[in-house]
């Protein structure tokens, strides 16, 4: 369970980017947080892991303080976060020697590194590039990299910070289908996210703005009672279909299955 208590954060004093904001995350959710440039949601993300600590307020991971030095080792091995751009993480010369470095650094036991590389590079598809060096791969093989050195480390969250923003749709579709993937298997997820049409896949979504939280809920919930527009946001085109077609079959985020369910229904 993740927690924020009435958190408050600002960069200069007097100038507020998270403003009284509280709530929980509860393990196994999947949840997209969304909001206009500057709403503060990249600051969310840092401070549920501790690369932010909050000036007012706290932010906890299950019985941990982020505001605890002593916590704050264990709680970055439990909660994983995966930067806008790949490259921000890398700091090694070859996909293996990116995975390593994390796991020792927790000081997981020499003869168990060689599972979790292998476990890790065939969750996201990229056993083959164990030797690759990480500048030489395409944007997407690069985010999924980053993703398989956190998964290495076997957290209980991961938090996705504008992880799609930086690549094409295939890369995109790719890191999304092993967020769902890593989601059905029990990861708590928490996706930061300026593609609306990638939030359909939530389960639950928080808009911020202005340092505050304005919804929470589900994302079909939303698509049907907040005008995004006010919040600078688009509606996914299968948020426009159901609503022009007015379909009876549940909004998703797969607007060619809603079309045959609803001429199945029909």
């Known amino acids: 369970m993740l927690t924020f208590e009435h958190v408050s954060f600002y960069y200069r004093k007097g100038q507020l980017i998270v403003d009284d904001v509280s709530f929980t ?53 439990q909660i994983g976060y995966i930067f806008q751009n790949p490259e921000d993480q890398f700091i090694t010369t070859t996909v293996m020697d990116e995975i390593l470095f994390g796991l020792e650094n927790i000081r997981v036991p020499r003869e168990e590194i060689c599972m979790r590389i292998e476990h890790a590079l065939q969750a996201v598809q990229m056993e083959g590039y164990a030797g690759a060096m990480p500048h030489e791969l395409s944007g997407g093989q690069k985010q999924r990299v980053a993703i398989a050195a956190i998964l290495a480390m076997r957290p209980q969250i991961i938090i996705f910070d504008e992880a799609t923003s930086m690549l094409d749709p295939e890369g995109r579709e790719q890191v999304m289908k092993n967020m769902k993937e890593l989601h059905r298997q029990g990861m708590t997820i928490i996706h930061i996210t300026h593609h609306m049409d990638e939030v359909l896949f939530a389960k639950r979504l928080l808009l911020l703005h202005e340092g505050r939280i304005k919804f929470d809920g589900e994302p079909a919930t939303f698509f049907e009672t907040v005008n995004v527009t006010d919040y600078q946001l688009d509606k996914p085109f299968s948020v426009r279909l159901h609503q022009n077609l007015h379909l009876n079959t549940p909004l998703t985020a797969d607007w060619k299955e809603m079309i045959r369910s609803e001429w199945n229904a029909n």
């Not at 997209?32 to 307020?57: D, E, R």
């Open 25 to 77: 995350i509860e393990a196994g959710e999947y949840v997209a947080l969304v909001g206009p440039n500057g709403s503060g949601k990249s600051t969310i993300a840092k401070l549920m892991n501790g690369l932010l600590l909050p000036k007012k307020g706290s932010v906890s991971f299950k019985d941990l303080m982020t505001s605890n030095p002593g916590d704050l080792a264990m709680i970055h091995e």
